[in-house]
Structures are given as structure tokens and as C-alpha cells.
């Protein structure tokens, strides 16, 4: 067995820690523009469209991201379709981001003011347009705080993917801490890692939630 | 494509082995990590000495990183430094770790929502310290963040899925078992999920029925 020095272990860290931000990356983005689809729909759709997303935010907030992972890879399976790690990983931690942004994004366009809407449908706008000029940038000022917050559980949520065999930060972890067996230093490197990424996001969501609300706005 | 539920039947008992440690696992976590929530907010309330430095560092460690790491690191760290501990503990440790932390961060945010002069004014009409903290400051911010700890109790209950990993027999692993025996993992994970969601739901109705108990106070009032 070769010996590792600190050095290749925090190397090969850092070698996979670049798929748990590509993946982060993904799964943000992409639940981000499922998530949006889903809040417009939401708010203006029709009854069984509003109840039909609102039971899909309900089942993805009520079971573990684990499981969905599961389903996505053993699913994907039972359908015929031979995925990868990799697709199922970013399928899933997708949808898992896009249910959460929905609900938080919905909150958000609730708190403006109804007023805002009545006066600008009396003022002649119609659903997209109000939607457009008068309450999407009112709304998009409330969410953005929250929306960076979220991005922290979205990196942490990556590390769920290693259990389904993607190798990104954790995965990376337990593979050399079966060759080199030092898992006090490779844990706590695989926490600091997770850490550096999140803590500035954590930090910047709550300067940005104090200067909405110190601000006075709302 | 063709789904077979019948396969699970030789296994319904491994199911409920694994709902069972998954209860209570969620059960204790949720006393000892409100318990251990109260203290830190307590202990962070006080002031800046280096107590409320550390738990503060503390809480920022566990909500920045993920819950499986921080297993890991207890499960394989620990022994490593000649500290043993059983896959269990491990997991009880670190569910309650993360919603001790969680719920502290909640916390002081009601506490926060207290104005600071009713606390002042119980203790100048003669109560002690700890009742006034009690009943003037604990109580009431309880109430204000009642939804958002349902949530975070919710979440930590889900979020226990992945102690499997370290091979504690709970929900995730009994399905995992399962799957490695009839090859059936689409069945056993659809039907696991389902008992997740349907633990989540009993989970907010429990919690609401006690909350209209304990905070029965804030009914009829203007809060």
C-alpha cells in the first residue's frame, strides 16, 4: 500500500470537490428554471394545475432526498432507461430544488400586496404583463435572500449523491479513507471543504435578509 | 415495464423493524435537540464570552455541512482517535447535534422577537432569573417559531435516512436489505418513500395537536 501525504489526500479532494460544484451548479440551475415554470403555473394556473403542483412541492418536501435519489436510479431503471450516476444524481437533486424554490418563490409573490395586482389589472395590464412590470420585481427582491439561503441545502444535498456511487466531495472521502485509513483528517478535510462553499452563502444570505428588512421594505 | 408489490410481502417484517428504529430515533432526537437548543440559545443569550463563541461556532459547523459527513466524521473519526461508538450512538449523536443546532439558530430569532424590556420588567416584579427566562422569554418565543420547528423536525426525521449508511437498521436500510435480496428496488424504494411521506404528515399533525395544548394561551388572543 503506498502512504499518503496530506498533500495527495487534500490534492484528490480538491480534484473531486470540482464535481460537487458542478453538480451544485446543476442542480441549482436547473431546479431554478423547473422551480420558476412552477410558481408561474401556480399562481395563475387552474385549479387541478395549482393542486397538482402543490402536491408535487408537498411529496418532495415529505420524503428524503435519499430516497429520491433512489427512485431516480432504480426507477430510471424499471423504465427501461440505463442512467448513470451521474443523470440520476442531477434528475433528482433537481426536482428536489425545484419543489423547495417553488415554495419559497410562491411566499414571495404572495407578499406583495394584493392592492398591487387589483390596481394594475384596473390599469389595463394583463395577467403576464402585471406579472412582468408589477409584481415579479417586487417578488424578486423577498426572494433573493431566501433563494441564497436554500443554495447552501442544494451543495449539502450533493453530498447524498456519493451513496448512489457519483464521485464528487464525500465519495472522494470514503475512497481514500479505505486506501490511506486516516478518517479523522479525511472527514474533517471533506467537512471543511463543504464548509468554505457554504459558509460565505450562509453569510451572504443573512447581510442580504438584514439589508431587505433594515431597509424597511415591507 | 411491469411493477410487482407481491415480492415485499416475505418482508414486511424487516419494514417494521426499520420503522421502529427510525421512530425512535426521531423521537428522542427531537426531546434531547430541543433540550440541547434551549441551552445553547441560553448559553448564547448571555452574552460574548468564549461559551457562546464556541456554540456559535458549533451551530455554524453543523448547519454548513452536510449531515452525512458530520456521521462519517463521528462513525470513522471517532475511533480512529481511540474514542469507540456504535453505529447507533453515532447516529443519535449526530440527528441531535444537527437539530440542536438548527433549532438554536430558530430560537434565538424568537428570542430576538421578545422585547427585551418585558424580560426586564419580570425580573424588577420579583421573579428569578430562570423563571422570568421561562415563562417570559422561552414560552412565548417557543410559540412564535412553533411552525418553523415542526418543520425542522420534519426535516431531521427525513434527513435520518442516511444513518443507513453507516449500517443502522432503520427505514432506509431495511429497504436497502430488501433490494439486495429481491431485485426489486423501484417497488421497495416507491414503497418506503410512501411510509416517509405518511411519517411526515403524522409527524405535523402530532406536532399541531400538542402545540394547541402547550401554547393554548396564544388561542383567542392576539398573540
Request: glycine share 8%; proline share 3%; aromatic share 12%.
Amino acid at each position: 500500500m503506498t502512504d499518503f501525504t496530506l498533500w495527495d489526500i487534500v490534492r484528490n479532494l480538491l480534484l473531486a470537490g470540482r464535481w460537487t460544484v458542478v453538480l451544485s451548479l446543476i442542480a441549482f440551475v436547473g431546479g431554478a428554471g423547473v422551480g420558476l415554470v412552477l410558481t408561474l403555473l401556480r399562481m395563475g394556473g387552474l385549479k387541478p394545475i395549482r393542486w397538482l403542483i402543490r402536491l408535487y412541492v408537498d411529496v418532495f418536501q415529505g420524503t428524503p432526498l435519499l430516497m429520491q435519489l433512489f427512485l431516480a436510479y432504480f426507477g430510471a431503471a424499471v423504465l427501461g432507461f440505463d442512467v448513470s450516476a451521474w443523470t440520476a444524481a442531477s434528475v433528482a437533486l433537481t426536482l428536489f430544488t425545484s419543489a423547495f424554490l417553488c415554495d419559497i418563490w410562491r411566499g414571495c409573490v404572495e407578499a406583495v400586496p394584493s392592492g398591487q395586482w387589483q390596481a394594475s389589472r384596473v390599469l389595463g395590464l394583463n395577467y403576464l404583463q402585471s406579472m412582468r412590470h408589477v409584481i415579479l420585481p417586487q417578488a424578486l427582491r423577498l426572494a433573493v435572500p431566501p433563494t441564497v439561503g436554500f443554495s447552501v441545502q442544494v451543495i449539502k444535498g450533493t453530498a447524498l449523491a456519493s451513496v448512489i456511487g457519483f464521485v464528487e466531495l464525500t465519495k472522494a472521502g470514503t475512497m481514500l479513507n479505505n486506501a490511506a485509513f486516516a478518517p479523522f483528517t479525511i472527514f474533517a478535510l471533506v467537512a471543511l471543504g463543504y464548509f468554505i462553499l457554504c459558509y460565505p452563502l450562509s453569510r451572504y444570505a443573512r447581510y442580504l435578509e438584514k439589508r431587505l428588512y433594515g431597509a424597511g421594505i415591507r | 415495464m411491469t411493477l410487482d408489490f407481491s415480492t415485499l410481502l416475505p418482508y414486511s417484517g424487516h419494514i417494521l423493524e426499520g420503522l421502529v428504529t427510525t421512530l425512535w430515533l426521531t423521537v428522542v432526537t427531537t426531546f434531547v435537540g430541543i433540550a440541547l437548543a434551549i441551552v445553547v440559545a441560553y448559553v448564547r443569550d448571555l452574552g460574548s464570552g468564549i461559551m457562546s463563541r464556541l456554540l456559535g461556532g458549533y451551530v455554524e459547523v453543523v448547519r454548513n455541512t452536510p449531515f452525512i459527513v458530520q456521521l462519517f466524521f463521528l462513525f470513522f473519526g471517532l475511533p480512529a482517535l481511540g474514542i469507540p461508538i456504535s453505529a447507533t450512538v453515532a447516529a443519535l449523536v449526530a440527528m441531535i447535534l444537527n437539530l440542536g443546532a438548527y433549532t438554536a439558530e430558530i430560537l434565538r430569532a424568537g428570542i430576538d422577537s421578545t422585547a427585551r424590556g418585558q424580560h426586564e420588567a419580570s425580573r424588577a416584579l420579583g421573579l428569578s432569573r430562570l423563571q422570568s427566562y421561562r415563562h417570559v422569554v422561552l414560552v412565548p418565543a417557543f410559540s412564535r417559531i412553533y411552525p418553523s420547528l415542526i418543520s425542522q423536525c420534519i426535516i431531521v426525521m427525513l434527513g435520518s435516512a442516511v444513518v443507513s449508511q453507516i449500517s443502522v437498521f432503520d427505514l432506509t436500510y431495511a429497504a436497502n436489505f430488501i433490494q439486495s435480496r429481491n431485485f426489486r428496488g423501484f417497488e421497495v424504494y416507491l414503497v418506503v418513500t410512501l411510509i416517509y411521506l405518511l411519517l411526515a404528515v403524522g409527524m405535523r399533525l402530532s406536532f399541531e395537536l400538542v402545540g394547541r395544548r402547550l401554547f393554548a394561551f396564544r388561542q383567542g388572543g392576539s398573540a
